[in-house]
């Protein structure tokens, strides 16, 4: 029996028939990172006697104390970093996890018992959503040619989950953009999966009507903010045709484009601290000789995009899609603990989240092409390798991303930035 509360939550349409591949997956969960425990459970964990788990745990489960809220707090996780290979050593010879297997799932800490699944409230709305890192959800979010559908089904109450409480918003427009999240996220999604037009073209109709949405009076009455949300979606659509994007073809503009990336990401070609970027230059005097490193890479990338992923994409653009779809789904109006700090405007978070869009979108090219040179070519595999390689190592830290958005959100020609982004 679920030790968990049920609910009904708004989620991707494949997740209700999730099943974790358990001894057949390629890659397991249980590798890699230092998984956080709910206190309930390592308490239980650490007054465990038992001959088979006590000394597993011995070494396993770790504790730290950190200030949160100006009170000291203690914090569980195993370190599964710490193990021989990173891997979990409750995890048996199968692949199977013992506590699992010995003492049910209600012993999971809430972390393995909801991965990959992870659930968000606002207010009294749940929404679920996954990690990018699990094969199963790729092959089921990522590598499928119908678009992703969205519906209300039965979920389980994660007690870690995140939580926004409107009523801690001060501007009453930006409350209510933020109680109708979903239907802001609804309408995105429908401009990403319109496959009339092509997948720059698609983010950039989503990037104006973001847009549009943040110059357009909300109406007084708030409850008539849905209404609003999807008469700014038809009017966008309606003026589709005026905003295409011209892919970049010369080397200058490509350079122009990874140079922006560099700053977005703070690579170190240009906008790192001084003794970084020196320690870089050096590397990369060595690295390209004389060369100018973001014309090397822009070189690489015009003739691995022209000639490897320009013919993927005839056949494959809805995997594009799909990763994009699951990014706004999961990441879009998610800033919660900034909207939780207080006072912050309709125009300060779409302002966000149009350049975070662009930035991911650019970002996902571009490790695509690193991805086929380190492997050589360039199939479906590579392309859910890449998706994996994000989720972990980008979008799974949402911090890393803010700071990046943060880095370039001063620029005051924001719309040069945004067009130069999607021109990839
Ligand atoms: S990564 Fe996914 S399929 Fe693999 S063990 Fe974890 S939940 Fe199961």
Redesign the pocket.
Known sequence: MSPYIKIHAFAPDWIKDFH???KN?P???CHGWNIPVDEVHALNYLGMSDAYFAPRFQPLLKKTRRKQNGTEQDHYFLNLLGQPGEICTLQNAEGLCDIHLKLGASKLCSTCYF??KILWQIDEQWTLSTELS???VLQSAINRPEPVCFQSIPAEKDPQAEWLETIFILDNDCRALLLNRNTVVMEVIHFLQDRSMGIADRVNLACQYLGALKSENPPEDKSQTALWITEVAAATAHRNGLFQVEQFSSTKDAIDWVRLLSRFFNWGLQSAPKFNREAHNDFLKVLCANTDPAEMIAKNYLDIRNNTLQPFFIDHEYMMENFLVHFIFSDMLKQFSEYHSGFITVQEILDYEILQLCAIFALFQFLLVAQNIAAGKMDKDVFLQTVYHVGRSYIHFPASISQSITRIQEDPDQEEIVRLLLRC
């Open positions: 974790c591949a358990g997956c890659q397991t969960c991965f990959p699990c094969p199963v």
